[in-house]
């Protein structure tokens, strides 16, 4: 009853254009989406790699016997 209803309103051929732009929309959404966790992800990684070189350096040192000034 409703889809008849919604078909007679809009006509048939304007619902399909609607479905279609909003699916176009809806993947494009999702590719957004999808760049944004690979923005904050690419983000972490490279903090990560900061702090696990700081650390390899860190230890460098201590095995050389560097003291470090303690603040």
Do not use: C, W
């Not at 409703?2 to 959404?29: C, H, M, S, W, Y």
């Amino acid at each position: 009853m409703t889809e008849k209803f919604v078909k007679k309103l809009f006509g048939e051929k304007d619902i399909e254009a609607i479905l279609r732009r909003l699916n176009r929309l809806t993947q494009d959404e999702t590719k957004l989406t999808a760049a944004q966790i690979l923005e904050v992800v690419h983000g972490l990684v490279q903090n990560m790699r900061v702090v696990t070189e700081g650390e390899r350096i860190y230890q460098a040192r201590q095995s050389l016997g560097v003291e470090y000034p303690s603040f």
